[in-house]
């Protein structure tokens, strides 16, 4: 047996049982007590009924103005959940909680004096305030709302305030560049803009109102842009005709806003996402079947009660946000710390500093963010005590072995069971996940959730084990994506063209003997950097776009923290000299087209690229050939002499 086996072999069999405790107070169990379900086991089993489980899921966790008629209804590959259901998600995560004075958002700036802490009634007044200026500047259901702003209290207000009305909201990162912004403001047709002066990342100021502005100078379908005032004074351009501060526009208006009452199929967000081709794809979710996916999610794996303080260290600009920082939270009522900062800013003990004084419970983070604190040192951790943390998450990429055990260790100080989530933008939910009552195993995300059922296919079709195989979801779930905005050939063709009815994720995995899953990453297409996700060919068609570059192929590199990092190889034009200037303008022109997440570590300069008699670039030749590993056939490529070129590159 080779040593790589046998390290799997050791992994598969270290197991982690939950304490006796923890599984008898879960909420899960509590559910299972009353459907009189003995067991895990059992439980997966009965919830193979999906319409069943899926509608035991909504009353758990949501409220129907009026109920549905039908639970699941499918056509071409389309699914409607609930459908004649009365809804608005605003109702349960804002509306029924519009007296209490439990605290919804602790949030901290990453200047350490700046504690805001935003009641349930807070957010609902400032929620409704928006609202109706919004109405007042000519909303209505159905149009789209382009969100360009950092993690402060006023995005899940933006966010919020557009569904009440029925507008539907494009929330895009805001370490994404101009240009990425203004193609997906495009891409949607929105209507309203909202954005801020600026916000803090290590200590300096960056200016989003000013990439705002670029952004917007080529946007027809934009009417206005609402600003909020989140630095002491940052200046900013303003247009007059089209820019509006938030503070003064709410002043005036009601706390009080009637919630638009939706379809329960209606469209809540669209989120873009990276896929295989050089363009992002507008992912669509609804208000319906999307709130019952993330609250049962949330109430189930990370066990949330009415005292617990959470914390999801995402951005609210990915999918982990939406679904869990912002509608999932609140739908159960509990207590979210949200942070602007960066993790090591100051120092690289914020977080743990973050955890003890607001004695966060429940922790949710990314493989990139551990590997980035282990590096850091224990001895970071060990000034704090984090003795409140009772359970941990991972999300976004595999967590490796090495990784998890430092977290179980160090983090959670052998106590905490770390939930180690998959799952997607598509998803709108978990979908492979430990529940507190599972037995982990280090680096797998164990099996899937209740109501989801999911595969490892070979090319073929058939279901394999203990083998590298196609992830797949044989049967739809309430959160899942409702199509892609305006391209619905691509919906297809991404998710439902290589088996038939059957969702294919895009991602390597294998299960093992004993059903447990082991999601080894995405296949060749998609990257993910620090936990983003980033096509291969949106870097290529950035760099293209460069007047001095040819061709270019980008591939990802194994990298310690990162998970992986950005390697790209570029042909120039004719006559053009290699310069090492040129190469950061190119890294810096990827930056400028996308946004920093997605500059290349690294450009090699080649005279040729490896591709088919087609003319394909075959980056997985290129990848092989880089990493060392067999490149397989090359003789059906048009110039074999190519790839070992490569290693040449400059
Ligand atoms: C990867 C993030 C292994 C996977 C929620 C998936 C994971 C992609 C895990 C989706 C995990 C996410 N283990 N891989 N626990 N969670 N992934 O859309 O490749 O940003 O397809 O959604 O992240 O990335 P996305």
Redo the contacts with the bound molecule.
Sequence with gaps: MEEKDLVVLLNEKRVFKPSKKLVENSNVMKWMKKKKIKSYDELLKKAEDIEWFWNEAAKETVKWKKPFKKILEQENNYSKWFNGAKYNIVFDALDKHKNKTKTAFIWEGEPEKEVRKISFKQLYQEVNKLANAMKKLGIKKGDRIGIYLPMIPELPVAMLASAKIGAIHSVVFSGFSALAFRERVNDEAAKLVITCDGFYRRGKIIPLKKAADEALMETPSVEKCIVIKRTAGEKVDWNEKRDLWYHEIIKKEKPECKTELMEANDPLFILY?SGTTGKPKGIIHDHGGYAVGTAITLKWVFDLKDKDIWWCAADIG???GHSYIVYAPLILGVTSVMYEGSPDFPNPDRWWEIIDKHKVTVLYTS?TAIRMFMHFGEEWIEKHSLKSLRLLG??????NPEAWMWYYKFIGKEKCQIM????????GNHC??PLPITDLKPGS?TKPFPGIQAKVLNKEGKEIINAGGE?VLLKPWPGMLKGIYKNPEKYQKTYWEMYPEIYL???VARVDSDGYFW????DSD?L?VS???IGNSEIESALVSHPLVAEAAAIGKPHEIKGESITAFVILKKGTEISENLRKELIEHVGKEIGKLARPDEILFVEDLPKTRSGKIMRRVIKAKVLGQDTGNISTLSNPEAVEELLKAK
């Design positions: 996402t990915w999918i982990t493989p991972s999300v976004g990429e595999p967590i180690d989530t998959w799952w997607q933008t598509e998803t492979i996940t995300a992830l994720a895009g991602d999601v080894q990453g995405r998609v993910k936990g983003h996700r």
